[in-house]
């Protein structure tokens, strides 16, 4: 009884503006399956809450960049570990440190392991749907912001260009966006994407805008490029490559 109490207490608040009937049902139902995901999860977040063991022994295993090499590391969550970067961008020397459900603050954890020890001259940072679907706690949008600023000062003072990403939009059309949409606010993902590109805008880095590319015209992703309202699939992934090479090639520019 206690439990369904929290749950409706947690949902007026997510989802305050949401109607009653399906959609509070969506949500009850998306809010049930963020705990169950959260308490399969607290093994590894009692010992080793950023996850720096995903990535240990690869980070071991990958040779200093040669003279002249452009790496470029992909930090993020789900969405860049799911991005084959070799398909996407043959030949080049990127490296792909995405961890499925991550947070700002466990990026934040593992950012010297997984992107300074790395000594790349450019690091892609795609991050904060998670923190807005509560995935490891309540994250207001300064919270966030404070992380994403904390990892752009720390590549900043290893020399590594920055490359801001906006969070993607999300969509309530298939079946299986129930799990996601009703915890990601389209409006928080709008508000914080303006602050993404003001901040780049003040202080040196690229703003790499995908949530123009992907979106339609209710605001939301694109029906054709999502599976699950949340994830791209290839032709998401086929949008957001050029992007990202355009943004890349200018913070190397400025290098």
């Not at 992007?243 to 290098?255: E, F, G, N, P, V």
């Amino acid at each position: 009884m206690l439990r369904n109490i929290v749950i409706a207490i947690l949902s007026a608040l997510l989802l305050g503006s949401v109607c009653v009937g399906q959609q509070n049902d969506d949500a009850v139902q998306a809010i049930l399956n963020l705990e169950k995901y959260r308490e399969g999860l607290i093994p590894l977040w009692m010992t080793d809450f950023g996850n720096l063991g995903q990535f240990r022994e690869a980070n071991a295993k990958l040779a200093p960049p040669a003279t002249g090499e452009d790496r470029v590391v992909f930090m993020g969550d789900s969405i860049t570990y799911g991005w084959h970067l070799d398909q996407s961008f043959p030949g080049k020397p990127y490296v792909n440190r995405g961890i499925g459900g991550q947070t700002t603050p466990q990026m934040l954890l593992r950012f010297r392991s997984d992107v300074i020890n790395l000594t790349p001259k450019a690091v892609v940072i795609l991050a904060g749907t998670n923190d807005i679907a509560g995935n490891t706690g309540f994250m207001s949008l300064g919270d966030i912001e404070a992380n994403l600023q904390t990892m752009t000062e720390l590549a900043r003072v290893h020399k590594i260009r920055v490359v801001l990403s906006s969070v993607l939009p999300v969509n309530n059309y298939p079946e299986r966006s129930k799990l996601f949409f009703p915890l990601r606010s389209p409006g928080q993902i709008v508000e914080l994407n303006r602050w993404i590109k003001d901040y780049c805008g003040r202080n040196d880095c690229v703003y790499l805008d995908y949530f123009s590319a992907m979106t339609d015209n209710n605001g939301l992703l694109r029906i054709d490029l999502s599976a699950d309202g949340l994830h791209p699939n290839e032709k998401g992934y086929s949008i957001m490559a050029p992007l990202a090479r355009k943004a890349i090639d200018q913070a190397l520019a400025a290098h």
